[in-house]
Every structure is written in C-alpha cells, then in structure tokens.
T-cell receptor, first 113, second 113 residues
Framework: NAGVTQTPKFRILKIGQSMTLQCAQD?????MYWYRQDPGMGLKLIYY???????DKGEVPNGYNVSRSTTEDFPLRLELAAPSQTSVYFC????????????FGSGTQLSVL | AQSVTQLDSHVSVSEGTPVLLRCNYS??????LFWYVQHPNKGLQLLLK??????LVKGINGFEAEFKKSETSFHLTKPSAHMSDAAEYFC???????????FGRGTSLIVHP
C-alpha cells in the first residue's frame, strides 16, 4: 500500500539545469496536485490535474510544466532552474475535490545554486 | 474566492496545558475545512475535517475543532499538550467555487517540558 510516491527526496541543481520531479499514486485518484512549501508561507499550488489528460495552473505556475498521461503519474518539470525555485515540493492526490482529504507524498527538497 | 488566515505563526505551550491554534476563513460557498499536521521533515497528515455535518469535529490524537459560521472560524484545540504534538499545523479551506484546497501559512506549535 504505497500511497503517493515522490522521487527524488533531495536534489541540488545548478542555475539553468532542468529536471523532473516524479509523482505516482496507486489509489486510483483522479485529482492530483503539486505544491511548493517555503518557510512561513504555507503551501502554494503550482499545478493540478482533475484526470488523465487534464491539467491546469495553480497560484504559482511560472517556471514549471506538468503532464498527466495516466491516472497514476503526475510529473513536474523544471525547465530552467532558478534560485527562486529552491523549495520543498509536495505532490498530493485525492479521490474527489472539495471534501476529500489529500494524501501527500514525503516531499522533494530542491536546492538551486 | 476562498482564503484562510492562521492568526499565529508560532504558539508556545507547556506540556500538559491546553492548545489553541486559530484559523479564520473566507468563502462564498459552504466550505469544507481541514487541519493538517506536519512533523519535522515529514509529509502532511490529516488531523480532522469539517464537511457541513456536526460543527464540533473530533480528530486524531485528541485534537478537535469547532466550525463557527458566524465568526468564520475553525480553531483547533487540544485539552492537554504532549511533547509529540510539536509540529507545524495547517488550516485548509476548499469550497464549491474553486474546489482547490487553499492552505494557510501554518502555525508552529512549540511544546516545552
């Protein structure tokens, strides 16, 4: 019973490099989310998806891209890493919106130097 | 539009004394409200949720919260703090307008022996 799996747990990037943060869930959830967490700022929504093939921007989408080719996977792509993207990234999923709890991955700590 | 305000960035209590973490929300619809807890270097875990049933909601580890529509509040309480309660707590609102969970900035609970 894996739940939401995020990889990698830690990563250091140089400015301008690219990478993909992986997220997979095995609960057949339709809704998936990417958040970033910065100290004292709570969690800010980057992108979300309501099902395979459907994605939409959240509050802070600039510098990121996502895709949702399957129900299980929701990768987050950083194309040209910048120091402002240094953060902890959380993937989450839920069965439905509004009144269902979110299941979170364990997070990815990313530093851009 | 929905929003949530956690009124204290830090709360410090002694072990065995009551805990009060304050949360006010704004919503144009009937909201669903949640409290999540994040222990150091961990993902987020649901403590409790309110979804228009009983206004007093009981959660895990002895926490509870009361939904007060007239005050637009959803404060989290616990009668007696334990050292293991030291963590970051997030209040979250989700309503029929956006269906996207919006997080507060978090309250850090410090428990002194």
């Amino acid at each position: 019973n894996a739940g939401v799996t995020q990889t990698p747990k830690f990563r250091i990037l140089k400015i301008g490099q690219s990478m993909t943060l992986q997220c997979a869930q095995d609960m057949n959830h339709n809704y998936m989310y990417w958040y970033r967490q910065d100290p004292g700022m709570g969690l800010k929504l980057i992108y979300y998806s309501v099902g395979a093939g459907i994605t939409d921007k959240g509050e802070v989408p600039n510098g990121y891209n996502v895709s949702r080719s399957t129900t299980e996977d929701f990768p987050l792509r950083l194309e040209l890493a910048a120091p402002s993207q240094t953060s902890v990234y959380f993937c989450a999923s839920s069965y439905s919106q509004t009144n269902e709890k979110l299941f979170f991955g364990s997070g990815t700590q990313l530093s851009v130097l | 539009a929905q929003s949530v305000t956690q009124l204290d960035s830090h709360v410090s209590v002694s072990e065995g004394t009551p805990v009060l973490l304050r949360c006010n929300y704004s919503s144009s619809y009937s909201p669903s409200l949640f409290w999540y807890v994040q222990h150091p270097n961990k993902g987020l875990q649901l403590l409790l949720k309110y979804t228009s049933a009983a206004t007093l909601v009981k959660g895990i580890n002895g926490f509870e919260a009361e939904f007060k529509k007239s005050e637009t509040s959803f404060h989290l309480t616990k009668p007696s703090a334990h050292m293991s309660d030291a963590a970051e707590y997030f209040c979250v609102v989700s309503d029929g307008g956006s269906y996207i969970p919006t997080f507060g900035r978090g309250t850090s609970l410090i428990v002194h022996p």
